[in-house]
């Protein structure tokens, strides 16, 4: 029986059962929305709390630049501490969410996964066993992702106080400043994207061999280093992939936005929010791809080693001989003709 390609199947659960990935647009795009409301009603309500004074107004109706400058920084003067006060809250708030709803989403998509592979006989006999695991292992993972992301987003204000360091009003370097930014946000996005590559792997040994947080992080590396030519070759082909879509994305918006001087500005929003869209679904379906790929060099064996020992050799005469020749029927070992002993006289 020949052995199926992890990456093949990754394709094959995305094509042949959408389900997955509609399941991972749901869950992704409601919290999205629902942190996108939550953050325009929070800017609502930050806007309700800044004093407007009728002398504002007025410097607000005069239509000139420097009069409006000068009205909107009198009204947001003081409320600096409001903002990070808002900004804490927030962010505590839907990072609490964010870890709640994604290791529920992420435990209910890789059961489905796994019991896909296991009816279609992807799965060893040794992986069939149901397994028991903990969504609080599922919470550490998602607690570390939050984690680096939070840290990778400090990484690159860093960056970019870093590059106005390195230059002065009296001596000034934009192109220091921008190369020095550039270098320390790439670094920072290599280091957080790798990290969060590992963590989103170290989900599936949770669910598959019930790991906790640590071991599933552990497996994860294991994996890596016993399996790298096909976690590589699935992460290459799903990352091509998602290069194509972003290609064919960005070619395909570029239609509605040469047109933006003819169409209304409504269709040529409609047409690039649609495009882009699009882009997202396609991106998310690629994901839980990526994601069944992996999941299936799990639960496939290794590629079984066949070794074929040659039958031993004789020596006879200073050669070797095989010894099958000797023992078929088809040769008499009585005749003379086909020994190399003299025989006696």
Request: glycine share 8%.
């Amino acid at each position: 029986m020949s052995r199926s390609s992890p990456t093949l199947e990754g394709f094959r659960a995305i094509f042949r059962r959408p389900s997955f990935g509609l399941a991972e647009i749901a869950w992704r795009w409601s919290f999205g929305a629902a942190a996108g409301l939550l953050l325009v009603f929070a800017f609502v309500e930050y806007l309700d709390t800044l004093p407007v004074s009728n002398g504002d107004l007025l410097l607000l109706r005069t239509s000139q630049p420097l009069l409006i400058s000068r009205a909107v920084l009198h009204i947001f003067r003081g409320s600096a501490f409001r903002v990070v006060e808002t900004a804490v809250v927030l962010v505590l708030t839907l990072g609490a969410a964010w870890i709640l709803v994604a290791s529920l989403a992420r435990a209910a998509t890789l059961e489905a996964l796994l019991a896909h592979f296991r009816q279609a006989g992807v799965s060893t006999p040794e992986h069939k066993q149901k397994k028991s695991w903990r969504l609080r292992s599922l919470c550490g993972l998602n607690f570390f992702r939050l984690g680096a992301t939070l840290a990778a987003t400090v990484g690159c204000l860093a960056a970019v106080l870093l590059g106005r360091a390195a230059s002065n009003p009296a001596d000034p370097a934009p192109g220091s400043v921008l190369l020095i930014i550039l270098t320390v946000t790439m670094l920072v996005w290599l280091a957080w994207s790798t990290l969060n590559w590992f963590l989103s792997l170290a989900a599936i040994f949770v669910i598959a061999d019930g790991h906790d947080t640590f071991g599933a992080i552990t497996a994860a590396v294991d994996l890596c280093q016993t399996r790298p030519g096909s976690v590589c070759a699935a992460g290459t082909w799903f990352g091509l992939a998602h290069i194509t879509a972003f290609v064919v994305a960005s070619s395909v918006v570029a239609f509605p936005l040469g047109f933006a001087a003819v169409l209304p500005a409504g269709v040529v929003l409609g047409g690039v929010l649609l495009v882009t869209l699009i882009y997202f679904a396609i991106t998310d379906f690629l994901y839980i791809g990526r994601l069944a790929a992996y999941l299936a060099i799990v639960e496939m064996p290794d590629a079984p080693v066949s070794l074929e020992i040659a039958p031993p050799l004789l020596p006879h005469g200073g050669a070797y001989l095989d010894p099958n020749i000797h023992s078929s029927p088809a040769v008499d070992a009585s005749e003379l003709i086909l020994s190399d002993v003299p025989a006696s006289s």
